[in-house]
């Protein structure tokens, strides 16, 4: 189904032809350039050294999660005028029912922006974030950067990037995105898929290969071979929206035909070009795909790497849930216990929910496949549900004019309308200890809206729309969709009819008609960044959090869904930090917040000054911090309120083995907070409570001196050595640190053109 194959290969003539290793370092060089990544990336590229791009990008978007918290950290920093079109949509807008701030305020707050700035603005419930942007901004040789991680359109032939907000600041401050120059993996498909597997079902057994040993970390994905042209636009988007969970930078495929139709159906065929690799061009590493032998997959919980074919679960369903029980409750720290077995019953599987939602799974192929299946059917009266969230006013026109939405409404389904609510914990919540089933972005502890520390949990596991509707058909039992029989959609029924005048009717385009006078509309609840404090020359942290957990997902650093109502007020979204992973958090960061307030202040608490004379420091050139030690932090969101709520709350430096993504190590250096790394062969025993002092550490980033030794003071009065590396920080990012954060270097007069 999928072979990962570790050593280089060239393209030539169509085919995958392996390196013989005897090719010098520069020639593998030149010939990388020859991919289509690599098109892309230097046509878009300033800078002047081949090994570090400097990107500057064709448009950006947001949602409103995190558009306001960008607004407000550019504005900060001197922004006047939006210089390439930027949209804010409004797909995460969840119910305030207690606290937080009021939707609309943020909704008013954005259209304001738009208007003020010169900015396009999508109103709540038109389209979830990343089918506005394939609609409305991808083009084929573009580049788009996102807040939202998700930020992929490689099938349409556009590099898409997530970032936390801090890059998009950049970028609207006429500043570069930066990255090392990335190795290129050729993602190689061959076949056709069987009638009843979709886009998840390669995706999942995608993520399956590459995740767990981080084959593709960083890297650029580049889908070329024979197999692209068996599958339709939508089923190529469909696999490239779940590249992310792959922890690749971003992904790009070879255009053709169809996706020279897709642009002149939704009204652009200027933005198509066609883009293959040059002869000759080089890639790192090579994954091959037999679409033919891909199996209707499940992922589940808490990854969607925890991949396994629906045959597989089926045959063995007791021991291959007792495997996931034991990890998942190892990973719920005792706070409550999963029980997946309660779900098989009489030797079959029962699922309680079924879901098609958001930028992967709301898709118009989607919704008329799994009509398709479920036409003429029932989800029966039992404990199953089922729930299809188009993922755009237009997808939503085009299903209800073709009938589609009325088999699904027929068969028991809610039609919902456009929104991301399930895919990040705030809608269609699963009762306790029940196994929902989504073709939907991940399957993180809580995403769903579980909350542990309560004693609720539910087992959330990704399928394809197709399966979900074919378990659905069953009432609920679980149900390859290669093992029903159905009538297939037509090659009409298939076709996507696109209507933008609905679009035109709602969305404010207003790029380049930037008016100043406008007045940003501030509801009560939308507050400023508080003021952040620079680095000192040395800095004394405490450990507020110690997690051993093998991977820490950016969910678990600031749970999304309701929490996401503070997400316009910085001090009360920071309350919520790891409160569903460690909830002694904040209040230790805040104990230590109010030392570097009286430090500030000019006063010297004497538990500060009996450490400094302990280990010679002195009050007047020493940071006090909190500091995370965490193992692999960082999977999953691009939202930089994962690094911002630990700024707000103290927050000085993580410790760790090394960083998930980065997109979650940018979002902690464009918040001032260190990036330390260290040696996985050493451990790391040192528990919350203990201290850890860096002398010299501003002088040493300053200086690049990417290795360092903390003195760790532990409970019991012992110090010892602790080496640490600060490695791989650009010049830009080294003065980010020392002023503090973003926002501080843009005042410092810094980063302006």
């Not at 904040?586 to 009996?610: D, F, I, Q």
């Not at 020493?622 to 500091?627: D, E, I, L, P, R």
């Not at 040696?679 to 300053?702: N, S």
Request: charged share 20%; net charge negative.
């Amino acid at each position: 189904m999928v072979e990962v194959i570790h050593t280089g290969a060239y393209w030539r003539g169509g085919q995958i032809v392996p390196a013989d290793g005897a090719e010098t370092p520069d020639a593998l060089t030149a010939a990388r350039e020859r991919t289509i990544a690599y098109s892309i990336l230097r046509a878009h590229d300033r800078s002047t050294d081949p090994k570090k791009l400097r990107l500057t990008f064709d448009a950006l978007i947001s949602h409103d999660i995190t558009f306001v918290g960008i607004i407000q950290t550019a504005r900060a920093s001197g922004l006047k005028e939006f210089p390439v079109p930027y949209a804010m949509t409004n797909c995460h807008n969840s119910l305030c029912a207690v606290g937080g701030t009021i939707n609309e305020d943020d909704h008013a707050f954005g259209l304001s922006a738009a208007k003020k700035y010169g900015g396009i603005y999508v109103p709540a419930n038109q389209a979830v974030i990343h089918q506005y942007a394939r609609e409305r901004l991808a083009g084929c040789g573009k580049m788009i950067l996102g807040s939202d991680s998700h930020t992929r359109y490689g099938a349409y032939g556009c590099m898409g990037v997530g970032e936390g907000g801090g890059e998009l600041v950049k970028q609207l401050l006429k500043n570069t995105y930066d990255v090392p120059a990335p190795e290129v993996v050729m993602v190689y498909l061959e076949g056709a898929p069987r009638k009843g597997v979709g886009p998840q079902d390669v995706a999942i057994a995608l993520v399956g290969a590459t995740f767990p040993k981080g084959d593709v970390k960083n890297k650029v994905l580049e889908f070329v071979g024979p197999g692209v042209a068996s599958l339709s636009a939508d089923f190529r988007i469909g696999i490239d929206v779940m590249t992310t969970e792959t922890s690749c930078l971003t992904s790009i495929w070879q255009t053709d035909e169809t996706i020279r139709a897709y642009y002149e159906n939704i009204g652009r065929p200027e933005d198509y070009q066609e883009l293959k690799p040059q002869e000759g061009a080089y890639y790192d590493s090579v994954v091959k795909i037999d679409l033919s032998k891909v199996e209707c997959m499940i992922a589940l919980p808490f990854h969607p790497s925890i991949a396994y074919t629906v045959h597989e679960v089926q045959e063995n369903p007791e021991r291959i849930f007792a495997e996931v029980e034991a990890a998942c409750n190892q990973q719920l720290g005792g706070k409550v216990t999963m029980d997946l077995r309660r779900n098989i019953v009489d030797g079959q599987i029962t699922c309680d929910q079924g879901v098609i939602v958001g930028c992967s799974g709301g898709m118009y192929e989607n919704i008329v496949e799994a009509a398709a299946i479920l036409k003429g059917g029932s989800i029966g009266c039992g404990y199953f549900d089922m729930s299809v969230y188009p993922s755009s006013t237009p997808i939503s026109l085009a299903v209800t004019k073709n009938g589609a939405a009325a088999a699904l409404m027929e068969a028991g389904c809610v039609i919902k309308p456009a929104f991301c609510g399930p895919c990040f914990g705030a809608g269609d919540t699963p009762a306790h200890n029940t196994l929902s089933i989504r073709h939907a972005t991940r399957n993180f502890a809580n995403r769903e809206g579980s909350k542990p520390g309560n004693g609720q949990i539910a087992a959330v596991a990704l399928m394809d729309a197709r399966s979900i509707a074919a378990t659905a058909r069953n009432s609920g039992v679980l149900t390859a969709a290669t093992d029903i029989d159905y009538e297939a959609p037509s090659a009409e029924e298939l076709q996507y009819h696109y209507d933008g005048s609905v679009y035109a009717k709602r969305c404010y385009e207003g790029f380049g008609k930037a008016d100043p006078a406008v007045e940003l509309r501030l509801g009560p609840n939308i507050k400023d960044w508080p003021k952040m404090p620079k680095l000192k020359e040395d800095l004394l942290l405490r450990l507020c959090a110690v997690i051993h957990d093998p991977v820490t997902t950016t969910d678990e650093l600031i749970p999304s869904g309701e929490t996401s109502s503070y997400r316009s007020n910085p001090i009360g979204l920071s309350e919520f930090a790891l409160s569903r992973r460690c909830p002694e958090y904040v209040s230790r960061s805040k104990a230590v917040r109010a030392l570097e307030e009286a430090m500030l202040a000019g006063t010297v608490p004497s538990e500060v000054a009996e450490l400094l004379a302990r280990l010679g420091g002195e009050a007047g050139r020493t940071t006090v911090g909190a500091c995370l030690f965490a193992r692999k932090p960082g999977d999953g969101s691009a939202r930089e309120q994962a690094a911002s709520c630990q700024k707000v709350l103290g927050g000085f430096a993580n410790v760790c083995y090394e960083y998930a993504t980065k997109r979650y190590r940018s979002n902690c250096i464009n918040w001032g907070i260190v990036p330390f790394t260290m040696d996985a062969a050493l451990d790391f025993p040192y528990t919350e409570g203990d201290w850890l002092y860096i002398p010299g550490v501003r002088k040493a980033i300053a200086e690049g001196v990417e290795a360092l030794t903390a003195k760790v003071i532990r409970a019991d009065g012992t110090v010892c050595d602790l080496p640490l590396q600060c490695a791989g920080l650009t010049a830009e990012e080294r003065l980010i640190l020392q002023e503090g954060c973003l926002m501080n270097y843009y005042a410092a007069g810094y980063g302006k053109d």
